[in-house]
């Protein structure tokens, strides 16, 4: 099992550009988390999905920030424009949604630098 | 959900059990205890949960209060691979996923 797989490890981009995070969950997981963290605000949740539906984005920041999952295997978060604000560790996780205590697999993060 | 509290940080020796508190006064009946930690620059990773009874595994136990107001996750023999922040989480049954991680507690272990 590969685990949640997250691009690019690392992005480095300019004010005013738009930046595009992508997550490939675990094979068999239906629900998808994003979350943000920084040092002042900690691990933050932005959005989960369910069965690739949004069911909560009340942590998404503003409307620069947009998330998507088309299918089962894949999900995006788009910041556009993007600003210094939205340097951070963007983590992905995912999970099987079924039952209780099914715990969340998270990825490796991507660490976003806006100049 | 419950809100959790935990001391900013603690040290262990290595080798020794490492016993982290967690403070949910609180909780509610249909509401788990969930523990993560997350090592330096990885995302978090579970560790154990539970309801109203001690828990094991092969990484930690759990050990929550009668009045389910508190728990401590204990790892039996700390090693210096244990190093993180350990995050003590309250989520409701009904809830289909969401946690909303505190500030944790730092664990150093050392040699």
């Known amino acids: 099992d590969a685990g949640v797989i997250q691009s690019p490890r690392h992005e480095v981009t300019e004010m005013g550009q738009e930046v595009t995070l992508r997550c490939k969950p675990i094979s068999g997981h239906n629900s998808l988390f994003w979350y943000r963290q920084t040092m002042m605000r900690g691990l933050e949740l932005l959005i989960y999905?369910?069965?690739?539906?949004?069911?909560?984005d009340s942590g998404m920041p503003e409307d620069r920030f947009s998330a998507k999952m088309p299918n089962a295997s894949f999900s995006t978060l788009k910041i556009q424009p993007s600003e210094p604000r939205d340097s951070a560790v963007y983590f992905c996780a995912s999970r099987i949604l079924a039952g209780e205590g099914n715990e969340q697999f998270f990825g490796p993060g991507t660490r976003l630098t806006v100049l | 959900d419950a809100k959790t509290t935990q001391p900013t940080s603690m040290d262990c020796a290595e080798g020794r059990a490492a016993n982290l508190p967690c403070n949910h006064s609180t909780i509610s009946g249909n509401e788990y205890v969930y523990w993560y930690r997350q090592i330096h620059s990885q995302g978090p990773q579970y560790i154990i949960h539970?309801?109203?009874n001690n828990e094991t595994n092969e990484m930690a136990s759990l050990i929550i209060t009668e009045d389910r107001k508190s728990s401590t996750l204990i790892l039996p023999h700390a090693t210096l691979r244990d190093t993180a922040v350990y995050y003590c989480i309250v989520r409701r049954t009904i809830n289909t996923g969401k946690l909303i991680f505190g500030q944790g507690t730092t664990l150093q272990v050392k040699p």
């Open positions: 999905f369910n069965n690739n539906v949004p069911i909560d």
């Open positions: 539970g309801l109203k």
